[in-house]
């Protein structure tokens, strides 16, 4: 089948990943990212017990600057970004799978749980895996034509009690391994506290308003808060108080009552379309291209429940995405994630 390396991060998931990848006759090789910490030991054993070389390679600096850097930077700007949206397109499937075809692998595989699919034209779809509480096609939407040719998602068609229950076949010690829900790069203390520590820096602060600009209180800045959020605000207003806007220019943090939350439409910028989605195979009837209006469901947060849209093309590159149903408090920086069934037919960053 050719050669594949295995991005390897010592969890149960890629780890079953490159045994299924061995089981389909790639000739593996095992590769673990260090990016912010020292890297888990575990990758080197279960590559070592499936007979595969195993290589650590320091992507310090490209994770700092294509991933730590925009991340701290959207905080300050009021935003509320998505790290490991650009981990997956930028680093995983940019500078790993880049350095994978360097030294002669031409396949990256990985544990995500998403599905490639094969069309008739030649072209990679990149589609829901088959367990949807884990599915992670979300994070995946960046990823191009190129970058889907060149990798493997062994899992896509598995539960991940299948794929606990295949580790634990295998011997692999980290087969009931708890998962961790945390961003890799952030550690005790949450968001803020690192934004402030990375920055040497207070974040801005400033005052809370209402919707009508009444000044309700001091809060302790910017980068403590996102939209949609109520515990933590420190005000009493006499009713249930959530982040509706926040406003880097003024330092202001704009607080509403849970009804002024919903949104009937985002705007949605570097948009990345799925080439011939909506005339391909398994289209559902999403209409004629951008400029004509697309019928598809969008995702606005991971794990949120996908809701109805006509998206449209808008102006300076950007898509109008219009909801049958008003949505709760999206939030600019957000991946915004566009699916035509099961079939990613795009996505791109709120703004």
């Keep these: 089948m050719g050669k594949a390396m295995v991005a390897m991060s010592g969890g149960v998931d890629s780890s079953v990943a490159a045994l299924l990848a061995r089981r389909e006759g790639y000739e593996c090789a095992g590769a673990t990212m260090k990016l912010v910490r020292d890297v888990d030991e575990e990758a080197a054993r279960v590559a070592a ?12 600096a490209e994770f700092r600057a294509n991933v730590i850097e925009p991340f701290v930077a959207a905080y300050e700007s009021g935003a509320t970004p998505n790290p490991c949206v650009l981990c997956n397109t930028r680093i995983k499937f940019g500078t790993l799978l880049d350095q994978a075809a360097r030294m002669g692998f031409g396949k990256l595989v990985t544990g995500h749980y998403a599905r490639i699919v094969p069309m008739p034209d030649g072209s990679c779809r990149l589609a829901r895996a088959a367990d949807k509480e884990k599915d992670q096609s979300y994070f995946l939407y960046g990823l191009g034509q190129g970058q889907l040719a060149h990798s493997l998602f062994p899992l896509g068609e598995l539960t991940k009690g299948e794929a606990r229950a295949i580790a634990a076949e295998a011997g692999f010690a980290n087969a009931d391994r708890r998962e961790s829900q945390d961003i890799c790069f952030v550690a005790e203390g949450g968001y803020a506290d690192f934004i402030e520590g990375y920055r040497g820096r207070a974040s801005m602060k400033g ?68 080439p011939g989605v909506f005339a391909g195979p398994g289209g559902g009837g999403c209409g004629d291209g951008v400029g004509g209006g697309l019928r598809v469901q969008v995702m606005i947060r991971y794990n949120a429940k996908p809701v109805w849209a006509t998206v449209r093309q808008g102006t300076d590159g950007l898509l109008a995405a219009e909801f049958d149903e008003p949505v709760r408090a999206p939030a600019r920086g957000q991946a915004a994630v566009m699916y035509d069934g099961d079939f990613v037919a795009g996505g791109g960053t709120i703004v």
């Design 49 to 60: 017990l499936l007979g595969m070389p195993h290589h650590v390679l320091d992507f310090t």
């Design 207 to 274: 005052d809370f308003v209402d919707t009508d600009g009444r000044v309700l209180g001091r809060h302790s800045g910017i980068a403590h808060y996102t939209i949609g959020q109520r515990k933590g605000l420190g005000v009493a207003l006499g009713y249930p108080a959530f982040v509706k806007e926040i406003r880097p220019e003024t330092g202001e943090v704009v607080l509403a009552a849970a009804e002024e939350l919903f949104s009937s439409g985002i705007m949605i910028a570097g948009a990345n379309l799925s």
